[in-house]
């Protein structure tokens, strides 16, 4: 939680705005609304009438830096700004006897590659590496990527410049799936879902739906959540999962910087979709079988509030304002085998999103 401090005059007028949970979704139309939970934008109308004044002009500007200054420092999970991509990015060396596997949404593959895209994989090295909402129409000719993953698996949407989710591996799969299993609408899956299956393990890669603007998609969401619940649990029965990429969940309040306003008002955020993801992670007393799952970020980290989204609008970033949507969920006899589990919140200017990454010992 940010730190306690006197409160402004200007804070106490425009409180922080909530960021939205998907980046450009479609074009901007899915940002969720923020009438019923954000008040600013009113109070900065009738703020804005006195511009005629000349003098206060500096005023205003001096004090508007000052503040912005003031509300980004100190506050925990606040980042630089998203603007420009650090290009000598270092992590530490992969661990012995590991595999190691990123995700990261990287909100469209050729804008990110003009932001400095490159200097994260470059410092990463993943063993895999999960990107979703891609936005490319057919397989990327890159010649950097092609050479460092001999095996690349891109989920096109048939929506132009939509969506779209790949898996890029060192490690040569023994199958692959672009499918989820019983979901009425195939078309409305492509580009949302890749499946690699390895040895010891199924890697999942998704790109779940957003429940839109004003909730206009949550049917949508609760049929993708109903069908891949059974699939997630079809794959486990014959060996265990990692499924990571971007969910579009904020599982808890701690995964997001302000919950109460935003609960059951804001896609990602409501009882439908957390209980749905919390069913996931612990089967119901009438389903005691049932294999159990684990977010393996949480489970090392359970108080932190860190976030893997921050909205471009408003500073949300400096301002640490976000919300962690980006995750690895494994099955929970695949726990004992993670050696680590982060967010790389330092990497910034490519996406609105941040990394994250996990090692898992032993092949997949």
């Not at 912005?68 to 700004?81: F, H, I, L, R, S």
């Amino acid at each position: 939680m940010p730190p306690k401090r006197a409160a402004s005059k200007r804070k106490a007028a425009s409180p922080s705005p909530e960021p939205s949970t998907e980046s450009h979704f479609d074009s901007g139309s899915e940002a969720p609304s923020q009438e019923d939970t954000e008040p600013a934008p009113k109070k900065r109308k009738t703020a804005a009438k006195p511009k005629a004044a000349a003098p206060a002009k500096p005023k205003a500007k001096g004090k508007g830096k000052a503040a912005a200054k003031d509300e980004g420092a100190g506050v925990e999970g606040a980042q630089p700004t998203n603007k420009v991509m650090p290009v000598d990015l270092k992590f530490p060396a992969k661990q012995e006897g590991t595999i190691r596997i990123a995700t990261w949404n990287i909100c469209g593959l050729a804008a990110a590659q003009k932001k400095g895209f490159k200097y994260y994989v470059e410092a990463e090295d993943p063993d895999v590496l999960v990107l979703t909402e891609t936005k490319v129409n057919n397989d990327p000719v890159d010649p950097a990527l092609a050479s460092r993953f001999a095996h690349r698996y891109w989920s096109i949407s048939d929506k132009k410049t939509y969506s779209g989710t790949a898996i890029l591996s060192k490690v040569d799969p023994l199958s692959v799936d672009y499918t989820l299993p019983g979901h009425p609408d195939p078309k409305s899956v492509k580009g949302r879902i890749v499946t690699l299956e390895f040895a010891s393990c199924y890697l999942v890669g998704t790109y779940v739906v957003n429940a839109g603007t004003g909730l206009k998609t949550l049917d949508a969401k609760k049929e993708w959540n109903t069908h891949f619940e059974a699939y997630i649990r079809e794959l486990d029965a014959k060996k265990p999962v990692i499924w990571t990429g971007d969910l579009n969940v904020a599982p808890t309040a701690l995964d997001l910087t302000n919950p109460k306003p935003n609960w059951n008002k804001t896609p990602g955020y409501t009882e439908a979709e957390t209980s749905s993801y919390a069913r996931i992670l612990n089967a119901s007393k009438e389903e005691a079988d049932a294999p159990q799952f684990v977010d393996v970020w949480r489970k090392l980290h359970p108080a932190l509030k860190h976030y893997t989204y921050f909205s471009y609008r408003f500073n949300c970033r400096e301002k640490g304002i976000g919300w962690r949507l980006d995750m690895f969920v494994v099955s929970a006899r695949l726990e004992e085998r993670v050696r680590m589990c982060e967010i790389r919140g330092e990497v910034y200017g490519a996406s609105d999103h941040c990394p994250v990454v996990m090692e898992l010992e032993g092949e997949l």
